[in-house]
């Protein structure tokens, strides 16, 4: 059984640093990309970042471009999220997703198949 479980989600001022990581179990995703979402209350869940298997390709949304950065370590089948110059904005429940198909990019919410759970970001001005 797949299981992406997502961590290093807190609260932190604006201005601030977290670390999310999100660790996949039951298969490798070496070849798949890999991103994180994020959903704010009242709003639609986003695209925030994806990482290609090799990690040699990765997207960005405009709006957290040059503030975060997205990495993975297929040793241990991990995904990560730098966030820096965090704003209040930012605040959301983030998710890891995983494809199942190799190899083709993505930054559609409904091309990933398998989900995290989600951790919380807060971010106070």
């Known amino acids: 059984q797949v299981q992406l479980v997502e961590s290093g989600g807190g609260l932190v001022q604006a201005g601030g640093s977290l670390r999310l990581s999100c660790a996949a179990s039951?298969?490798?995703?070496?070849?798949?990309?890999m991103a994180w979402f994020r959903q704010a209350p009242g709003k639609e869940r986003e695209f925030v970042s994806a990482i290609s298997g090799s990690a040699v390709s990765t997207f960005y949304a405009d709006s957290v471009k040059g503030r975060f950065t997205i990495s993975r370590d297929n040793a241990k089948n991990t995904v990560y999220l730098q966030m820096n110059s965090l704003k209040p904005e930012d605040t959301a429940v983030y998710y890891c997703?995983?494809?199942?198909?190799?190899?083709?990019?993505?930054?559609?919410?409904?091309?990933?198949?398998?989900w995290g759970q989600g951790t919380q970001v807060t971010v106070s001005s």
């Open positions: 997703a995983a494809r199942s198909i190799p190899s083709i990019p993505s930054i559609t919410l409904s091309d990933y198949d398998h």
């Open positions: 039951g298969r490798t995703f070496r070849n798949n990309y």
